[in-house]
């Protein structure tokens, strides 16, 4: 956890390549696709911050991505920081200052796939400038961010690439490159050792710290926005009525196996209509299932699948509040309507992965906490040991949590279907008796989910791992 004081940071330069009357050019451009951005720039077709990037499969695919992650979650939030270009530091270079160059996550290839691949090396996306400034001093460091989703594979073909990169310009200094993504596991995958501490890592867990912001927003909206329709707001208390049911469990994207396996499971339980559930239909599902005999991220074997396909045309599809998927898919992913969190008793949290090599947090672990709901986490084992290094409070006092620690994925289901079972079997009664001893609990979590936001965690973390303390 990032305790560093954001007023007392040294003055941090972002550094770049290219300005254009349209604003900065992101890196993530290589010298072979420089040209059709500066293009796109020049003849004003997006705002500040916007690049052209080819997903690896077909080069010559132009997509538009929006970066600049780091300019809404680090630059607007944190004093003392500014923009410079290469043409502009030449011999200037404070030492009492940080200089970071930063290339962020792409909306058409992971970062670990766009950044690792054989396709171009690492000197192709920076101009022979800019790597004598970063060669030249130990304070012009590289940060490598991905925002978005954690669960892709971590592996160290990346950091051997950009090893051979700092070999090759002789760069030597330590903590010179901070890879940061939001898998909790990331420091599981690499023997950091090997690259002479040149390189670091860490989990930023965007989601995480910045969901507390929606909690502001609501507020300043007397809990209530309306996009595209629909009406965004949060459970504010807790209401003590019996409830129509006994769990909410947002599932929509049925294109995740995990989701089909768990449904199959309170299907065979008689526990489907316990709870308000979203299942929605998709081809790539349904073509799934149908046609697959294994799935070996989560050990499920045809026995499995073959279960699931003998029924899931029983409770396929769900629908909660609207049944239209491609009008859902564009809904806030961090927000939806308090009415099903005031109408039951508690969540199960189905996250988006639930694979053992993973510690991926979304807004679906947030969304709860937010509505001040007790949770269930069907997803990546540790997720609970991450939220309470943070400082939430989880629910060990009511039910059995040790599926955390479970890392085989049939096993942990087991043991939450389980608990799901127990709660169900339950009086409404005895659940809001149960609902009033976790008072202070929901309400201390929702205030720490806001904390995170207020006091800038996100930012503190940043700047705790690529600052180096003879700069502080």
Not at 87 to 94: G, Y
Not at 188 to 213: F, Q
Not at 260 to 275: P, V
Not at 346 to 361: D, G, H, L, Q, R
Request: with cysteine; aromatic share 14%.
């Amino acid at each position: 956890m990032g305790g560093i004081d954001l007023n007392n940071i040294p003055i941090t330069n972002f550094v770049f390549d290219f300005r254009t009357p349209e604003g900065y050019l992101p890196f993530g451009y290589t010298k072979q696709t420089i040209g059709i951005n500066v293009i796109k720039k020049l003849n004003k077709i997006h705002e500040s911050f916007t690049g052209y990037y080819p997903p690896l499969e077909s080069p010559s695919d132009f997509k538009l991505n929006r970066t600049a992650g780091f300019q809404t979650y680090i630059v607007e939030q944190t004093p003392n920081t500014n923009y410079r270009l290469t043409t502009e530091l030449k011999e200037a270079i404070d030492e009492t200052q940080l200089y970071l160059v930063v290339l962020e996550s792409l909306n058409v290839n992971n970062l670990y796939e766009y950044y690792g691949s054989d396709k171009f090396e690492l000197s192709d996306f920076f101009s022979p400038q800019l790597i004598k400034l970063i060669k030249d001093n130990k304070n012009f460091k590289i940060v490598f961010m991905d925002y978005r989703e954690g669960a892709y594979p971590h592996n160290e073909y990346f950091l051997t690439k950009i090893d051979d990169f700092l070999n090759k310009h002789n760069i030597n200094h330590k903590n010179k490159v901070i890879i940061s993504t939001n898998n909790n596991f990331i420091n599981d995958t690499i023997n950091l050792k090997k690259y002479k501490h040149r390189i670091s890592v860490y989990c930023n867990n965007n989601y995480l710290l910045t969901a507390g912001k929606y909690i502001s927003e609501l507020r300043v909206a007397n809990n209530s926005i309306t996009e595209n329709e629909y009406e965004y707001s949060i459970q504010q208390d807790i209401n003590y009525d019996l409830k129509e049911k006994y769990f909410l469990m947002y599932n929509r994207n049925s294109d995740r196996i995990h989701r089909s396996y768990f449904l199959n499971k309170l299907y065979k339980e008689n526990l489907i209509d316990k709870g308000y559930i979203s299942f929605f239909e998709n081809p790539h599902f349904e073509n799934f299932v149908n046609n697959s005999n294994q799935y070996p991220q989560l050990n499920l074997i045809y026995e499995d699948i073959l279960d699931i396909k003998n029924n899931y045309k029983n409770y396929y599809p769900l629908i909660i509040d609207n049944n239209d998927g491609e009008k859902v898919a564009d809904f806030h992913n961090f927000l939806s309507r308090k009415d099903e969190y005031e109408n039951s008793y508690f969540t199960i949290v189905s996250e988006t992965n639930a694979e053992s090599k993973y510690c991926f947090i979304t807004e679906k672990t947030t969304k709860p906490i937010m509505n001040l709901h007790p949770f269930i986490i069907m997803g990546n084992p540790k997720i609970l040991s991450v939220l309470k290094s943070y400082g939430f409070k989880t629910f060990n006092k009511w039910w059995d949590e040790s599926y955390d620690d479970e890392m085989d994925f049939k096993t942990r289901t087991q043991m939450i279907l389980n608990i799901v079972k127990d709660l169900c079997s339950k009086s409404k009664e005895e659940m809001t008796s149960m609902i009033k001893e976790m008072e202070s609990v929901l309400i201390h979590n929702k205030k720490i989910l806001h904390k995170l936001y207020t006091t800038k965690q996100y930012q503190k973390e940043f700047f705790n791992n690529v600052i180096d303390k003879g700069l502080i």
